[in-house]
């Protein structure tokens, strides 16, 4: 079954109080409207079409880079059934089959979207919907039935009667239809209710009088199809996105000492056996290996962290570490810095933009900036590269097996030789060469080191 998906994104969204169009705001670190869009990639929609409207330009710049979807903008928010149509032109000659979901509604789980369209495929019905049964209505269309249980159509809350307000079987807004079907009929939705919109919902009774076959899979939890209209609707979905990718990580071997405390947002991938403690925030795209130990009180983001790692109370954004990379406590790995294998930073470290070599030690407040130290080199407590002359960045190349003496300050650009030592205290305003001994303010060879 040739599969299209369009994605309703162009309402309003008032009740956010923001700027930002509703479906950017972002829930575990991704937009809200990636959810939806992922969604139809995973279920493996040919062509995916997001209907914008309120901040189109946003909403556009956020998703620009997205594969196979397509935006069109639905300039006047005339209803559901308008804002379909809207994909008219791009799918209709396109697709068998054509999904319909919201872009506010996050908590829908991709397997629950395949179970509808496995179903349609299945019983070729001309549409197939979601319904849930709840107590609370939350302002939801009701779903009517005949005495034999047949769909008969959808009311909305605002056009129901007290009698059809009593019904608990809510309308979640989730469709598949029969594509040729859906292109015919659309175009002949009559304006409704108060504000003369084109309800996609009359579709259901239009096929019903048709005695076209319409299914409906029930669920039981309306936490998957809330949608987020407020700001407490965006904490609640948070949390409840959360705990997913929590069970999703516990469940793929990683040891969260305290999933109520740990916040790990939906891009992030960690490996098996590493064991994350309390207080950790990991952001962005950031990948974590193996038998890591990371925590208590860290944030990383946007890095890539090998294998048998310890990060100790610490911040590290845009950061690589190779494997066996001990950070912290209360270190910050700035952009831009590379470790190598066995790195070793210690408490009130900041290392920002620089490559430090195998085994090179920073073990105690140092500031390392635009630099690069080679293999195994130690840096003395206090070590500070002067890298900013007060106009532009400047760098520090320091060799393999340099040993730099405790508060030594090297004002850059400025180069150590290997094997090079710095007595304590040293100010290194120029190259020292390899093999040598530098001490001072500022620093003189005075002989080879020993
Ligand atoms: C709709 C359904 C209702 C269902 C409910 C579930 C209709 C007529 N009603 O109601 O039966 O219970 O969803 O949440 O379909 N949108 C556009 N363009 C428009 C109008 C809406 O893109 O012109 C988008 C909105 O951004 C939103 C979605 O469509 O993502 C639903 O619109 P909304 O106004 O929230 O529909 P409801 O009235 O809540
Ligand atoms: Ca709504």
Same mark, same amino acid.
């Given at each position: 079954?040739?599969?299209?998906?369009?994605?309703?994104?162009?309402?309003?969204?008032?009740?956010?109080?923001?700027?930002?169009?509703?479906?950017?705001?972002?829930?575990?670190?991704?937009?809200?409207?990636?959810?939806?869009?992922?969604?139809?990639?995973?279920?493996?929609?040919?062509?995916?079409?997001?209907?914008?409207?309120?901040?189109?330009d946003?909403?556009?710049?956020?998703?620009?880079?997205?594969?196979?979807?397509?935006?069109v903008?639905?300039? &006047?928010?005339?209803?559901?059934?308008?804002?379909?149509?809207? =994909?008219?032109?791009?799918?209709?000659?396109?697709?068998?089959?054509?999904? %319909?979901?919201?872009?506010? $509604?996050?908590?829908?789980?991709?397997?629950?979207?395949?179970? #509808?369209?496995?179903?349609?495929?299945?019983?070729?019905?001309?549409?197939? $919907?979601?319904?849930?049964?709840?107590?609370?209505?939350?302002?939801?269309?009701?779903?009517?039935?005949?005495?034999?249980?047949?769909? #008969?159509?959808?009311?909305?809350?605002?056009?129901?009667?007290?009698?059809?307000?009593?019904?608990?079987?809510?309308?979640?807004?989730?469709?598949?239809?029969?594509?040729k079907?859906?292109?015919?009929?659309?175009?002949r939705?009559?304006?409704?209710?108060?504000?003369?919109?084109?309800?996609?919902?009359?579709? %259901?009774? $239009?096929?019903?009088?048709e005695?076209?076959?319409? /299914?409906?899979?029930?669920?039981?939890? %309306?936490?998957?199809?809330?949608?987020?209209?407020?700001?407490?609707?965006?904490?609640?979905?948070?949390?409840? $996105?959360?705990?997913?990718?929590?069970?999703?990580?516990?469940?793929?071997?990683?040891?969260?000492?305290?999933?109520?405390?740990?916040?790990?947002?939906? @891009?992030? /991938?960690?490996?098996m056996?590493?064991? +994350?403690?309390?207080?950790?925030? %990991?952001?962005?795209?950031?990948?974590?290996? =193996?038998?890591?130990?990371?925590?208590?009180?860290?944030?990383?983001? @946007?890095?890539?962290?090998?294998?048998?790692? &310890?990060?100790?109370?610490?911040?590290?954004? /845009?950061?690589?570490?190779?494997?066996?990379?001990?950070?912290?406590?209360?270190? @910050?790995?700035?952009?831009?810095?590379?470790?190598?294998?066995?790195?070793?930073?210690?408490?009130?470290?900041?290392?920002?933009?620089?490559?430090?070599? /195998?085994?090179?030690?920073?073990?105690?407040?140092?500031?390392?900036?635009?630099?690069?130290?080679?293999?195994?080199?130690? +840096?003395?407590?206090?070590?500070?590269?002067?890298?900013? @002359?007060?106009?532009?960045?400047?760098?520090?190349?320091?060799?393999e097996?340099?040993?730099?003496?405790?508060?030594t300050?090297?004002?850059?650009?400025?180069?150590?030789? =290997?094997?090079?030592?710095?007595? =304590?205290?040293?100010?290194v305003?120029?190259?020292?060469?390899?093999?040598?001994?530098?001490?001072?303010?500022?620093?003189?060879?005075?002989?080879?080191?020993?």
């Amino acid at each position: 079954m040739k599969l299209g998906a369009v994605v309703l994104a162009a309402g309003q969204g008032t009740r956010m109080k923001s700027e930002l169009p509703k479906v950017l705001h972002p829930i575990a670190g991704k937009a809200m409207v990636h959810y939806a869009l992922d969604a139809a990639r995973a279920l493996g929609a040919e062509q995916t079409v997001l209907v914008i409207g309120h901040g189109a330009d946003q909403v556009r710049a956020a998703i620009s880079n997205l594969q196979s979807l397509i935006v069109v903008e639905q300039r &006047e928010q005339r209803g559901t059934g308008h804002a379909v149509l809207q =994909a008219r032109d791009i799918l209709r000659d396109e697709v068998e089959a054509v999904v %319909v979901t919201y872009g506010d $509604m996050p908590l829908l789980q991709t397997a629950t979207l395949q179970e #509808l369209t496995d179903l349609h495929a299945y019983t070729r019905a001309t549409i197939t $919907m979601l319904t849930v049964r709840s107590d609370d209505s939350m302002a939801f269309g009701r779903i009517l039935r005949d005495a034999n249980g047949r769909v #008969l159509g959808i009311v909305e809350e605002s056009d129901a009667t007290p009698e059809q307000l009593e019904i608990r079987e809510l309308n979640c807004g989730v469709y598949c239809f029969d594509a040729k079907w859906l292109w015919d009929h659309l175009p002949r939705l009559k304006p409704q209710g108060r504000k003369k919109e084109f309800y996609l919902t009359d579709l %259901v009774a $239009m096929a019903a009088a048709e005695n076209c076959k319409i /299914e409906a899979i029930v669920l039981d939890d %309306v936490a998957e199809v809330v949608g987020i209209n407020t700001r407490v609707h965006l904490a609640q979905a948070e949390r409840i $996105m959360r705990e997913r990718i929590n069970d999703r990580l516990m469940e793929a071997g990683v040891t969260l000492i305290d999933p109520a405390t740990t916040y790990i947002e939906a @891009d992030v /991938e960690i490996g098996m056996d590493t064991v +994350i403690e309390p207080g950790c925030h %990991v952001k962005g795209p950031t990948r974590i290996g =193996a038998k890591c130990r990371i925590g208590p009180n860290a944030m990383i983001h @946007d890095s890539q962290i090998d294998d048998d790692c &310890e990060i100790i109370a610490s911040v590290v954004r /845009e950061a690589t570490l190779a494997d066996h990379v001990h950070v912290g406590p209360f270190a @910050d790995v700035r952009p831009g810095s590379s470790l190598a294998r066995n790195v070793y930073i210690g408490n009130h470290a900041e290392i920002k933009n620089s490559r430090l070599g /195998e085994g090179v030690h920073v073990g105690h407040f140092s500031y390392i900036g635009d630099s690069e130290i080679g293999a195994r080199t130690n +840096i003395g407590a206090g070590t500070i590269t002067c890298n900013f @002359d007060g106009k532009q960045k400047h760098r520090t190349i320091i060799g393999e097996d340099v040993f730099v003496g405790s508060d030594t300050l090297f004002r850059a650009p400025v180069t150590i030789g =290997a094997r090079a030592r710095t007595g =304590a205290g040293s100010v290194v305003t120029k190259d020292i060469p390899p093999d040598s001994l530098a001490v001072g303010m500022p620093a003189r060879v005075i002989k080879k080191a020993g």
